[in-house]
T-cell receptor, first 110, second 116 residues
Framework: GQQVMQIPQYQHVQEGEDFTTYCNSS?????IQWYKQRPGGHPVFLIQ?????EVKKQKRLTFQFGEAKKNSSLHITATQTTDVGTYFC??????????FGKGTSLLVTP | NAGVTQTPKFQVLKTGQSMTLQCAQD?????MSWYRQDPGMGLRLIHY???????DQGEVPNGYNVSRSTTEDFPLRLLSAAPSQTSVYFC???????????????FGDGTRLSIL
């Protein structure tokens, strides 16, 4: 099945700094989803990207899908303590199963 | 709406015991799935169902059984619990299968299971 690698595994930033996590695949993806999981919580859907080169914004969050549809990124501008959590990229394996990356854990200190 | 409801929230079992983790959704979703989450491993798919009466294996199905007799319910059974099954279990649902377009997965709050 399709596997995705996320980097970095951990990131510690000061509040106000920017943050980026990357998701890479060796195969072309049909689409990619991003989820956020707060400590002790469950994953929550953020967005889905489908088109080559697609860029979507949600307030301070910017999501990109690579031109070759083999990579994606999530960028957070001016992090806040509320951004703490683990961010997962997720791809569809044959259309019936979802394959989660291992996630990037973000810690934001005031 | 309650969304996806998982019970119990916490459970401690002894090795060899069996139990069922319950999952129910009230959104009339066709697609349901079970994941386990272990530190540093992300979420790994155990079993999934594309509709009532239809189930299939995911990445890590050994030691687990599922059934889908109704659209609403998708219980996960541990046949003979082992310490390696200590994990956090999440149930998720979506309107349709992930490959059919924008299908956000709605997750339950999870069941934290410890096997001694």
């Amino acid at each position: 099945g399709q596997q995705v690698m996320q980097i970095p595994q951990y990131q510690h930033v000061q509040e106000g700094e920017d943050f980026t996590t990357y998701c890479n695949s060796s195969t072309t993806l049909s689409n990619i989803q991003w989820y956020k999981q707060r400590p002790g919580g469950h994953p929550v859907f953020l967005i889905q990207l489908v088109k080559s080169g697609e860029v979507k914004k949600q307030k301070r969050l910017t999501f990109q899908f690579g031109e070759a549809k083999k990579n994606s990124s999530l960028h957070i501008t001016a992090t806040q303590t509320t951004d703490v959590g683990t961010y997962f990229c997720v791809v569809s394996n044959s259309g019936y199963a979802l394959n989660f990356g291992k996630g990037t854990s973000l810690l934001v200190t005031p | 709406n309650a969304g996806v409801t998982q019970t119990p929230k916490f459970q401690v079992l002894k090795t060899g015991q069996s139990m069922t983790l319950q999952c129910a959704q009230d959104m009339n979703h066709e697609y349901m799935s079970w994941y386990r989450q272990d530190p540093g491993m992300g979420l790994r798919l155990i079993h999934y169902s594309v509709g009532a009466g239809i189930t299939d294996q995911g990445e890590v199905p050994n030691g687990y059984n599922v059934s889908r007799s109704t659209t609403e319910d998708f219980p996960l059974r541990l046949l003979s619990a082992a310490p390696s099954q200590t994990s956090v279990y999440f149930c998720a649902s979506s309107y349709s299968t992930p490959g059919t377009g924008n299908q956000p997965q709605h997750f339950g709050d999870g069941t934290r299971l410890s096997i001694l």
